[in-house]
């Protein structure tokens, strides 16, 4: 086995609740400007261990999620050794085949790959993103009549497939990043939650 990784997932983009492209429409401004960040629990990827680590997609999407052309800023976790950075690299971007590949094939630039101090939290189903002074998030579920947090489950597109997505809104939103044309100060827009198993 290539890699393994068992984690949590913290998303949030500039769309508004629910974010059509987790069922393959077009985004709500015509474009998505979002963060994907992937908190890894528990990961091995070529004997080498990831685990404790966070691999952040930024990305601009220029139209529908399936058209691709994504540009991407990539954020690793500044814990991260030289070899563990490159491991998160080559699984992430698609190199090393599984279900991270397909959805790197749909990246048409990586504009940069920095390494950054990441704060990722998950308490009581609300989460918290930090990635250096370029972003800052705070998430929290929708709360169905059971008590229970809203999934999402079988949709069209998911950057956490086969798992169920905890859809939820962001206090506040703040994103900058230059390279990229990001100058972002939101709340009430769209965030999801939720847990993610690839193994390729």
């Given at each position: 086995m ?6 949590r ?11 059509p492209?987790?069922?393959?429409e077009?985004p709500d401004n015509g ?25 952040v ?8 999620v ?7 800023f990539?954020?690793?976790d ?5 070899r563990?950075?490159e491991?998160?690299l080559?699984a ?5 085949g ?9 990246i ?5 790959v920095?390494r ?15 990635i ?5 998030a705070q ?7 059971t ?12 950057t956490?497939?086969g798992?169920?997505a ?10 900058r990043v230059?390279e ?7 709340a009430g ?8 198993r690839?193994?390729?």
């Open positions: 290539t890699y393994q990784l068992d984690g997932l913290l998303e949030v983009c500039d769309c508004n609740v629910l974010c492209c987790w069922i393959g077009d474009t998505c400007r979002g963060i994907a960040a992937y908190h890894v629990d528990r990961g091995v990827i070529d004997d080498v261990d990831v685990s404790g680590l966070t691999y997609n930024i990305g601009f999407l220029p139209g529908n399936f058209k691709g052309n994504w540009r991407v990539v954020a690793i500044d814990q991260a050794t030289p563990q950075q491991a998160l080559n992430f971007q698609g190199r090393l599984g279900p991270l590949a397909d959805l790197a094939q749909l048409g630039e990586v504009v940069a920095e950054l101090p990441i704060n990722f939290t998950v308490a009581g189903g609300s989460g918290r993103i930090t250096g002074a370029l972003a800052d998430l929290v579920p929708y709360i169905g009549a008590g229970q947090p809203t999934t999402l489950n079988e949709s069209l597109f998911s956490i497939p798992s169920p905890y859809v939820g809104k962001a206090d506040f939103y703040r994103l230059p990229l044309g990001i100058d972002l100060d939101l827009n769209n965030a999801i939650q939720g847990q993610f690839f193994a390729a």
